[in-house]
């Protein structure tokens, strides 16, 4: 029996065609490229066993057919393409043409990946700045697309090792580069790093962001990696200012003690953006934060709602700052707090509603009451000034018609214009605005004292009594008694001999708005004494001036053996406003 050498052929190719790993199709000849070229015009000549499974189609059910009843556009082109199946249900091919005496198809299914990947898609990837690459295990290679190229000052194409870029990255980079790609792989999950490298060319130092994937073959081992990179100097330049700008920001609200807050409206939610919030209120992290609701109902003290309310209303209404002041109670120690409070509401657009409302908190309690204390110290010492000039009035007056020649005058007024600015320097010195009596007693007694003034021993003072602050309004007063009757012992009395003797001695009693103080001066051992036959200006302070300024009951006696007075004296109520500490 003959061979037909030429049959053999025809048959193998014929067995190849059918049993091709992909689709193959002959179809007429036709022109597909030319624009507004109809694809009914061709017929499916003759199509293998594989085109027909994958278009959904029974074996040599597709000759005869139109190419148009396949095809999704009304033209043939290469490249990949959406086809109809049978059912109808659309699939992506890739189509690639070869022409003849007919014009063969070779038509490959691919998965929706790979569609997403067309050409055109190619376009969009650099209009986005991504440049893509891909490494190959085998070579050691990068391959990079032209927009990678150009990124990275290389090249297209396979033009970059690791080991080139690994000297252009730096090692402490190349090394956390290389355990974030490591635990990726190990999770088989893509990953993603931004670094610092020179780029070939102009060694220009650029920020890079890259994205990969590993990429693996049949038996499951690392065949290489795809990915793109991006330049993103600018934008992490800009982000990196951004940060440096909040973290200034947030180190200037904390030296300023603000606390940082966001009130989301809708939600009427609250984010307390800094500890100090937290502080401010009185709240811990558990006790979680508060929304205005809760703000104006529970916390804020009710003589203040309205106007906080209305500061709202106004800043919504006038798209202005927002400025507000307030007690609140803070609800670690239950005590009232002054707030001081400034925002800005955010809104999505000119005309719409705010969305949030961003702004600060200050605690101006302290500040408050140093305004409110200075306030009264300056009242005080417009009054302090108003009483003492009318006292150094009445001292000028008093001595001057007193005085027997200018020397008497001169000293007489001197040691009461001394004795007088004594008892406002300790007035001055002391925290409360009031001056210690056993001081004022030891500032004019000490020059005649002969050892301690505790009464013990052969000492000519004795001061006995507990320890009591005498308020600004009755110490100039009383200072200016204690003078008149050291001086008044000294040029008379006691301490104008030396064997005289001084006793002081003073209790605090019940009584008054702080108590009564009972004080008494006691003179002995000095020349006798008689009852003055003219009122100085020394008896005139004691008897007006403690009665009228003071409001005290002054009684004085003058027995031969030495002079005596006693007075009671109501102690005003100390003034906590005036208090720094308080």
């Known amino acids: 029996m003959d061979h037909d050498p030429a049959a053999s052929t025809i048959d193998l190719h014929r067995v190849a065609f059918e049993e091709a790993a992909v689709g193959l199709a002959i179809v007429s000849a036709h022109d597909h490229s030319v624009p507004g070229s109809a694809a009914h015009e061709s017929t499916i000549l003759d199509a293998n066993r594989h085109l027909c499974h994958l278009l959904g189609y029974g074996a040599g059910e597709l000759v005869g057919m139109p190419l148009s009843d396949l095809l999704d556009r009304p033209s043939l082109v290469d490249g990949v393409q959406r086809w109809r199946r049978a059912d109808g249900r659309p699939v992506d091919v890739r189509v ?95 990953y993603a790093v931004e670094c610092r490298l020179r780029r070939a060319g102009d060694d220009r130092e650029i920020i890079v962001g890259t994205r990969g994937q590993a990429l693996f073959g049949p038996d499951g081992g690392l065949t290489g990696m795809v990915g793109v990179v991006q330049d993103i100097t600018t934008r992490v330049e800009a982000r990196d200012a951004l940060l440096g700008r909040e973290q200034r920001l947030r180190v200037a609200t904390s030296l300023a003690r603000l606390g940082i807050f966001e009130w989301h409206m809708l939600e009427d939610h609250a984010i307390w953006e800094n500890e100090r919030m937290f502080e401010i209120f009185g709240r811990t992290a558990a006790d979680g934060t508060v929304g205005k609701t809760e703000f104006l109902n529970e916390l804020l003290h009710p003589d203040d709602r309205t106007a906080v309310r209305q500061a709202i209303s106004t800043a919504l209404r006038d798209d202005e700052i927002l400025h507000a002041t307030g007690r609140i109670r803070r609800k670690s120690d239950g005590t009232w707090r002054t707030i001081d409070m400034a925002g800005r509401f955010e809104r999505d657009a000119p005309n719409r509603l705010p969305r949030r409302l961003i702004g600060v908190v200050a605690d101006v309690t302290d500040r408050r009451h140093a305004e409110e204390r200075q306030t009264l110290l300056i009242r005080e010492l417009h009054h302090r000034v108003k009483n003492t000039l009318a006292t150094v009035q009445a001292i000028v007056g008093s001595t001057a018609r007193t005085a027997s020649s200018i020397e008497s005058f001169y000293e007489a007024f001197v040691g009461r214009i001394m004795s007088l600015a004594h008892t406002h320097s300790v007035l001055t010195e002391d925290t409360w605005q009031t001056a210690s009596l056993r001081t004022l007693l030891v500032n004019e007694l000490k020059p005649y004292a002969e050892g301690a003034m505790d009464g013990a021993g052969d000492g000519r003072i004795a001061l006995e009594g507990p320890p009591i602050d005498l308020a600004s309004e009755i110490a100039v007063p009383i200072g200016m008694a204690i003078h008149e009757l050291t001086t008044n012992a000294a040029k008379y009395g006691a301490l104008s001999t030396r064997s005289g003797r001084v006793a002081v001695t003073w209790q605090l009693l019940p009584g008054g708005p702080a108590g009564m103080l009972r004080f ?21 302070l004691l008897q007006r001036v403690l009665t009228t300024q003071v409001q005290a009951e002054v009684e004085t006696e003058y027995p031969p053996e030495g002079f005596r007075l006693t007075m009671l004296a109501p102690l005003p109520k100390r003034n906590d406003a005036l208090n720094p500490l308080a």
């Open 96 to 190: 690639r043409r070869s022409a003849g005496l007919g014009t063969s198809l070779v038509v490959e299914a691919i998965d929706a990946d790979e569609a997403v990947r067309a050409e055109q898609n190619r376009e969009a990837l650099i209009a986005a700045g991504l440049g893509e690459w891909r490494w190959d295990r085998g070579t050691g290679l990068v391959t990079l697309s032209r927009r990678a190229g150009q990124i990275l000052g290389h090249p297209p194409g396979p033009s970059l090792s690791w080991t080139d870029l690994r000297g252009r990255i730096g090692e402490a980079e190349a090394a956390r580069i290389a355990d974030v790609v490591r635990e990726a792989l190990a999770a088989g999950l893509p």
């Open 520 to 540: 008494a001066w006691q003179e002995s051992h000095g020349p006798p004494v008689q009852p003055p036959r003219r009122q100085g200006f020394g008896s005139r």
